[in-house]
């Protein structure tokens, strides 16, 4: 067996890989952060579960932490009421960055992670399978139910050779998106092997798979090691590791080879991480802002690296350089062995270590900048501002073009490999509730500002709807697209306020109109193109919208986590059986979804009258899903 398979078949606990479209697996670890743990939460507490269930449950605060108003302080007031009363570990704001943190302090490889984030795969770096999804699935799972995924194809990406200097692991995940691109990956989890596989520490693994969901598959994974072994000793666990390899003759799906020494230093150009060009073909180009830091690339490693490059040395005039570590213990390390100093000294903005940046909520760059990102995601107006241009690139080409206010390649002038620690030091006093972990403290109140609603829950699926053509978008639309995070996001708690700005970037009219219909007796429907609802895990992108009243999304093609929390909210995820026939829906249009609950009952086919025509839709639906959906969503179905 492949790495892949061993850790899901421990954990199967429904269908059967051989015959069965879809798994249900138990889940060890789940990890929550402020901007989808709140709805996370208040889902949990509907439940009427007692306690957790989990090996452990991590609520990190990293998103909101800059709190202007008082909805996102209270939003952290009632997450960590919460994790004390139901025996959830709670990491406060400053602690660090979700991923980093959970990588360093509670990953366990052969376990599963379920986390209320797309970038929850980072633990595939240390040979977990970590997923990302919605924040009701991570309630469900909270409370000992089992998570599902459509039984996955695996593609084994097989490394081999050694990175050259001033090229690293953001390049590598650069080179297979170049391959594979952002679309048509649903399904799939990527397994990385090969000789290629020891030449890279873990920090660098697991930037790969964090970056492995703008591929959108389900998960990536490497093999848990002796290079995962030294990095677990290092951080004081050495009692959690497990050796997990695939088997000499071991099978895969598909197979693709990266020669490491042939990588060269890569960039995603505007508006796509799929959009991949050389930084040889962009060099010399003006750049304004430089941001270095997020999820993806804020470890020792990394930022040692920047350092070396701008030791004795200052950052060009005309750029703003910014710089958020991944988490505390990266930043110790850092004044230890005089990098911060250095960092200071070349005219670096030493932010907190948040994710900040990388969605929006703070140093958005000026009117038509070009911005220079280690973060995963460029998606238009991602970053505050609309007209800016952001390129995602590696430390080492951030580093080394903010010393001359151009894009330079880092091969030029490399510095020397930051060498993996002996010994990391370790500081939990940030990590509250671990004594409690899994038992809670009886008594506890839950503490719940003004901005906290109660959760919408869905009605049962109606025989027939007549309906409108609330809007009609084109292809990847993104969560970002759909639901606004940026200064929108500290009304994430409080549902008939964030629904205001649904695809506010799109059509700022969409929330009225929507709420016109729904009062008229209308459901709301959207017209997608390809690619719909790539991006973020944020649930809120579908319970929003139900809100609304929307009950189907009609498109070309729909991602993983996006079409999932479709279902969760009971809004059908039907696509074209004509792709051609998007063409026949404008917005505004009315229509008659008649027979759509004896569609979700049956084959899951359902024909819709336009003025150009028929148009002819499918669903392909677990007998869950069926349920799931014919119920009005997760919350409506559980009773």
């Given at each position: 067996m492949n790495v892949v398979e061993k850790i899901l078949k421990a954990h199967l606990v429904e269908g059967n890989p051989e015959k069965d479209p879809e798994l249900g697996i138990h889940i060890d670890q789940t990890l929550t952060q402020d901007a989808t743990g709140t709805m996370a939460y208040l889902q949990f507490e509907s439940m009427g579960v007692p306690r957790v269930k989990t090996d452990v449950s991590v609520s990190y605060v990293d998103h909101n932490t800059v709190q202007i108003g008082f909805e996102n302080a209270d939003d952290h007031d009632f997450l960590q009421s919460v994790a004390k009363k139901y025996g959830i570990v709670y990491s406060k704001c400053g602690n660090g960055i979700c991923h980093q943190l959970h990588l360093e302090r509670f990953g366990k490889p052969g376990t599963t992670l379920l986390g209320s984030d797309s970038h929850t795969p980072t633990g595939g770096g240390i040979g977990q399978i970590a997923i990302g999804a919605g924040g009701i699935d991570i309630a469900v799972a909270m409370a000992g139910g089992a998570f599902h995924i459509p039984t996955p194809k695996v593609r084994a990406i097989v490394l081999k050779g050694r990175l050259r200097k001033g090229v690293s692991a953001k390049d590598v995940i650069l080179a297979v998106l170049a391959k594979y691109g952002t679309k048509g990956n649903v399904g799939w989890i990527f397994e990385y092997t090969g000789p290629g596989v020891a030449t890279l520490d873990v920090p660098s693994r697991a930037t790969i798979t964090n970056m492995g969901a703008e591929l959108g598959v389900t998960t990536s994974v490497f093999p848990s090691d002796g290079v995962t072994r030294q990095f677990l000793e290092a951080q004081g666990r050495g009692g959690d590791f497990v050796e997990i390899l695939p088997d000499a003759d071991a099978t895969y799906d598909d197979t693709f080879t990266v020669d490491l020494g042939k990588v060269e230093p890569l960039m995603a150009a505007p508006h796509s991480p799929g959009n991949i060009v050389t930084v040889a073909s962009m060099k010399g180009t003006r750049v304004n802002q430089i941001m270095i830091g997020s999820c993806t690339n804020s470890s020792y490693r990394d930022i040692r690296t920047v350092a070396l490059y701008l030791e004795g040395r200052h950052v060009a005039d005309d750029v703003e350089v910014g710089i958020a570590c991944g988490s505390r213990q990266v930043i110790n390390m850092?004044?230890?062995?005089?990098?911060?100093?250095?960092?200071?000294?070349?005219?670096?903005?030493?932010?907190?270590?948040?994710?900040?940046?990388?969605?929006?909520?703070?140093?958005?760059?000026?009117?038509?900048?070009?911005?220079?990102?280690?973060?995963?995601?460029?998606?238009?107006?991602?970053?505050?501002?609309?007209?800016?241009?952001?390129?995602?690139?590696?430390?080492?080409?951030?580093?080394?073009?903010?010393?001359?206010?151009?894009?330079?390649?880092?091969?030029?002038?490399?510095?020397?490999?930051?060498?993996?620690?002996?010994?990391?030091?370790?500081?939990?006093?940030?990590?509250?509730?671990?004594?409690?972990?899994?038992?809670?403290?009886?008594?506890?109140?839950?503490?719940?500002?003004?901005?906290?609603?109660?959760?919408?829950?869905?009605?049962?699926?109606?025989?027939?709807?007549?309906?409108?053509?609330?809007?009609?978008?084109?292809?990847?639309?993104?969560?970002?697209?759909?639901?606004?995070?940026?200064?929108?996001?500290?009304?994430?708690?409080?549902?008939?306020?964030?629904?205001?700005?649904?695809?506010?970037?799109?059509?700022?009219?969409?929330?009225?109109?929507?709420?016109?219909?729904?009062?008229?007796?209308?459901?709301?429907?959207?017209?997608?193109?390809?690619?719909?609802?790539?991006?973020?895990?944020?649930?809120?992108?579908?319970?929003?919208?139900?809100?609304?009243?929307?009950?189907?999304?009609?498109?070309?093609?729909?991602?993983?986590?996006?079409?999932?929390?479709?279902?969760?909210?009971?809004?059908?995820?039907?696509?074209?059986?004509?792709?051609?026939?998007?063409?026949?829906?404008?917005?505004?249009?009315?229509?008659?979804?008649?027979?759509?609950?004896?569609?979700?009952?049956?084959?899951?086919?359902?024909?819709?009258?336009?003025?150009?025509?028929?148009?002819?839709?499918?669903?392909?639906?677990?007998?869950?899903?069926?349920?799931?959906?014919l119920c009005g969503g997760l919350l409506a179905s559980l009773g």
């Open positions: 850092l004044a230890k062995d005089g990098s911060l100093a250095i960092l200071h000294a070349a005219g670096c903005r030493m932010l907190e270590n948040a994710c900040g940046f990388c969605i929006g909520a703070h140093m958005s760059p000026r009117t038509g900048a070009i911005s220079l990102r280690t973060n995963n995601r460029n998606f238009e107006g991602r970053s505050g501002t609309k007209s800016a241009q952001v390129y995602l690139v590696s430390p080492e080409t951030a580093a080394a073009s903010a010393l001359t206010g151009f894009v330079e390649l880092p091969t030029d002038n490399p510095v020397a490999d930051v060498p993996a620690p002996e010994k990391f030091p370790v500081d939990d006093s940030m990590f509250l509730y671990r004594d409690t972990a899994g038992k809670g403290v009886e008594g506890t109140e839950i503490v719940r500002g003004p901005n906290i609603a109660p959760v919408p829950k869905g009605v049962p699926l109606a025989a027939d709807l007549p309906a409108v053509v609330a809007i009609k978008v084109g292809d990847k639309i993104t969560t970002d697209h759909i639901m606004p995070a940026g200064a929108r996001l500290k009304f994430r708690s409080n549902i008939p306020q964030y629904a205001k700005f649904v695809f506010e970037p799109c059509d700022p009219g969409f929330h009225d109109n929507c709420m016109a219909n729904k009062e008229k007796g209308l459901a709301n429907v959207i017209v997608a193109g390809e690619s719909y609802g790539q991006g973020s895990s944020r649930e809120h992108a579908a319970l929003c919208p139900m809100y609304l009243g929307v009950k189907a999304v009609f498109a070309k093609s729909i991602e993983r986590i996006h079409r999932a929390n479709l279902i969760n909210f009971g809004i059908v995820p039907f696509t074209f059986e004509n792709p051609d026939d998007y063409g026949k829906f404008e917005q505004g249009d009315a229509i008659e979804l008649k027979g759509v609950r004896a569609a979700v009952e049956g084959d899951g086919r359902l024909v819709v009258s336009t003025k150009s025509g028929d148009v002819a839709l499918k669903t392909s639906l677990s007998a869950r899903e069926r349920h799931v959906l």
